[in-house]
């Protein structure tokens, strides 16, 4: 069985400041590993994911991850916090068996940005 | 592209009461999964379909059902609504094969009264 923790529901930075999203996986096979945002009374919107490339990935609107197998974590990272970053961060795992798979989410992390 | 498009945007029924939600995928993608995201939760799996058939179902019960047509659309079913089905309701559509991701719909509001 595949899961993710996101250690901390609510997360407060100040605009400018360092965004640091935590998320450790468990996974029995080689996972894929997911950020997705969710605003408000909307839908998920990718941010960024680990296939078993490079272990640092690039994503949208500034956000980076790197995968450390060593200590099972996937922390989603952003340099600048701005306004507009505020909202509901899921992490996710999938299992890579090559075909498409069920993700299975943490309870997510609500990013507040404060002036 | 329109991306992936469900309808009803928000839907409010009784309890007892059976409902139908629908999804159409982004295109060029052949499956589609959905998820229950209850107030304050995670997205939970409730299944997935490819080639017309279910290929993969979470912990949900049979009162949960879906469908997929030929041109890779799908339905949600669910019958004798309970009020712990209210929720928002997102279908996600992927290529079957590859590492692609995801994409996501702007759900469905349930809401059982």
């Known amino acids: 069985a595949q899961s993710v923790t996101q250690l901390g529901s609510h997360v407060s930075v100040s605009e400018g400041a360092l965004v640091l999203l935590r998320c450790n996986y468990s996974?029995?096979?080689?996972?894929?590993l997911f950020w997705y945002v969710q605003y408000p009374n909307q839908g998920l919107q990718l941010l960024l994911k680990?296939?078993?490339?490079?272990?640092l990935v690039k994503g949208i609107n500034g956000f980076e991850a790197e995968f450390k197998k060593s200590e099972t974590s996937f922390h989603l990272t952003k340099p600048s916090a701005h306004m507009s970053d505020a909202a509901e961060y899921f992490c996710a795992v999938s299992s890579s068996t090559g075909t498409a798979s069920k993700l299975t989410f943490g309870t997510g992390t609500r990013l507040q940005v404060t002036l | 592209d329109a991306g992936v498009t469900q309808s009803p945007t928000h839907l409010i029924k009784t309890r007892g009461q059976q409902v139908t939600l629908r999804c159409s995928p982004k295109s060029g993608h052949d499956t589609v999964s959905w998820y229950q995201q209850a107030l304050g939760q995670g997205p939970q799996f409730i299944f997935q379909?490819?080639?017309?058939?279910?290929?993969q179902r979470g912990n949900f019960p049979d009162r949960f059902s879906g469908h997929q047509f030929p041109n890779y659309s799908s339905e949600l079913n669910v019958n004798a609504l309970l009020l712990g089905d209210s929720a928002l309701y997102l279908c996600?559509?992927?290529?079957?094969?590859?590492?692609?991701?995801?994409?996501f719909g702007q759900g469905t509001r349930l809401t059982v009264v």
């Open positions: 680990y296939t078993s490339a490079a272990t």
């Open positions: 996600a559509s992927s290529p079957w094969t590859g590492k692609a991701e995801a994409f």
């Open positions: 379909y490819y080639e017309e058939e279910e290929r």
């Open positions: 996974s029995s096979v080689p996972p894929y």
